[in-house]
């Protein structure tokens, strides 16, 4: 069974810096586009970063552009999420999420598996 598990959440303050971390099992990453979601309560899911399968392109939301960074290491089946300069509005419960990539096949912003979140919250 597929599995996608968040860890590294917390409380920090503003201007900090929080690392997250999820590590995939079931899946493997080395073929996967990988992604960062994130909502607050009474808000909807909201796209942060994602890397393509061979990290040869980035995406990353405009609200966290030049802050967040998205990285990988598939000797470990783990994707990262580096947050820099937090700020309150960043506080939500984070996910990840990945995509299996089918060689030719047709680009897609989909994702197949997505794991349960760990909670981020930025204190003034």
């Known amino acids: 069974q597929v599995q996608l598990v968040e860890s590294g959440g917390g409380l920090v303050q503003t201007g900090g810096s929080l690392r997250l971390s999820c590590i995939a099992s079931?899946?493997?990453?080395?073929?996967?586009?990988v992604g960062w979601f994130r909502q607050a309560p009474g808000k909807e899911r909201e796209f942060i970063a994602a890397?393509?399968?061979?990290?040869?392109?980035?995406f990353y939301a405009d609200s966290v552009k030049g802050r967040f960074t998205i990285s990988r290491d598939n000797s470990r089946n783990t994707v990262y999420l580096q947050m820099n300069s937090l700020k309150p509005e960043d506080a939500a419960v984070y996910c990840c999420?990945?995509?299996?990539?089918?060689?030719?096949?047709?680009?897609?912003?989909?994702?197949?598996?997505w794991g349960q979140g760990t909670q981020v919250t930025v204190s003034s």
């Open positions: 079931g899946v493997s990453l080395n073929r996967s586009r």
């Open positions: 890397t393509s399968w061979n990290d040869l392109t980035t």
């Open positions: 999420a990945a995509a299996l990539v089918v060689p030719g096949a047709t680009r897609r912003s989909t994702y197949d598996y």
